[in-house]
C-alpha cells in the first residue's frame, strides 16, 4: 500500500521558521508536492520536487530525499496569514496519494 | 485560475436519493480527478480519467461511479446516497508537473 505520514498540527510563532516533515512508502515514486489549504477552500500548489536538493521559491522551501522517502517544507519569516493545513504528496505516476495534512497556527 | 468548475457548490440530499456531480475544464487536459476530503483522512482519489470514456478506480470507488464523454466534463454519480459519502469532493486536472484543484462541492447526506 501507498504510505504519508506527517505531523497532525505544529505552532509557531509569527516572524519564525518552521519546518514540516512528510514521510513516505510509495510503490513506484515521480516526484512530490505540497499544497497549502486554508480552511473552506482548494488546496493551491506550492512546490514539486523531482531531484534530491532543496527548492527555494521565496519565503517557502521544499526539500526532498529520494533514498530516505523524506520530504520537508520550510516557511521562513512566518506571517499570520500561512496559518492553513500543509498536504504533503507523493506522485506515483499516474496517481496522486496525500498525506492527512499538517494544521499549522501561527501566534502573534 | 485552472479554469475548473464545480457544480452544484452545495447540496443537501436525502439517504437513497442518486447525486451527480459535475466537473468542467476549460484547459482541454487529458487527466481529471475526482477526490474526497475528510477529517482524519486527507485527499483520498475516488475515480480518475485519462481521456474521453477512460476511467480508473482509485483507493475509495466503492459506491461511486464516474463518465467522461468530452474532454471537458467530468462526472461523478452516488448511484444511492449514504450518510457515509458526506463530504467535501474536490474535482482536479493534471498539467503535468502539478495538480489544480476546483472550489469542491460540499455534500451533506441526511
Known amino acids: 500500500g501507498q504510505n504519508i505520514d506527517q505531523p497532525t498540527e505544529m505552532t509557531a510563532t509569527e516572524g519564525a521558521i518552521v519546518q514540516i516533515n512528510c514521510t513516505y512508502q510509495?510503490?513506484?515514486?515521480?516526484?512530490l508536492f505540497w499544497y497549502q489549504q486554508h480552511a473552506g477552500e482548494a488546496p493551491t500548489f506550492l512546490s514539486y520536487?523531482?531531484?534530491?536538493g532543496l527548492e527555494e521559491k521565496g519565503r517557502f522551501s521544499s526539500f526532498l530525499s529520494r533514498s530516505k522517502g523524506y520530504s520537508y517544507l520550510l516557511l521562513k519569516e512566518l506571517q499570520m496569514k500561512d496559518s492553513a493545513s500543509y498536504l504533503c504528496?507523493?506522485?506515483?505516476?499516474?496517481?496522486?496519494?496525500f498525506g492527512t495534512g499538517t494544521s499549522l497556527t501561527v501566534i502573534p | 485560475d485552472a479554469g475548473i468548475t464545480q457544480s452544484p457548490r452545495h447540496k443537501v440530499t436525502e439517504t437513497g436519493t442518486p447525486v451527480t456531480l459535475r466537473c468542467h475544464q476549460t484547459?482541454?487536459?487529458?487527466?481529471m480527478y475526482w477526490y474526497r476530503q475528510d477529517p482524519g483522512h486527507g485527499l483520498r482519489l475516488i475515480h480518475y480519467?485519462?481521456?474521453?470514456?477512460?476511467?480508473d478506480k482509485g483507493e475509495v470507488s466503492d459506491g461511486y461511479s464516474v463518465s467522461r464523454s468530452k474532454t471537458e466534463d467530468f462526472l461523478l454519480t452516488l448511484e444511492s446516497a449514504t450518510s457515509s459519502q458526506t463530504s467535501v469532493y474536490f474535482c482536479?486536472?493534471?498539467?503535468?508537473?502539478?495538480?489544480?484543484f476546483g472550489e469542491g462541492s460540499w455534500l451533506t447526506v441526511v
Open positions: 482536479a486536472i493534471s498539467p503535468g508537473n502539478t495538480i489544480y
Open positions: 510509495t510503490s513506484g515514486f515521480n516526484g
Open positions: 520536487n523531482v531531484l534530491d
Open positions: 504528496a507523493a506522485d506515483t505516476g499516474n496517481q496522486f496519494y
Open positions: 484547459e482541454n487536459h487529458r487527466y
Open positions: 480519467s485519462y481521456g474521453v470514456k477512460d476511467t
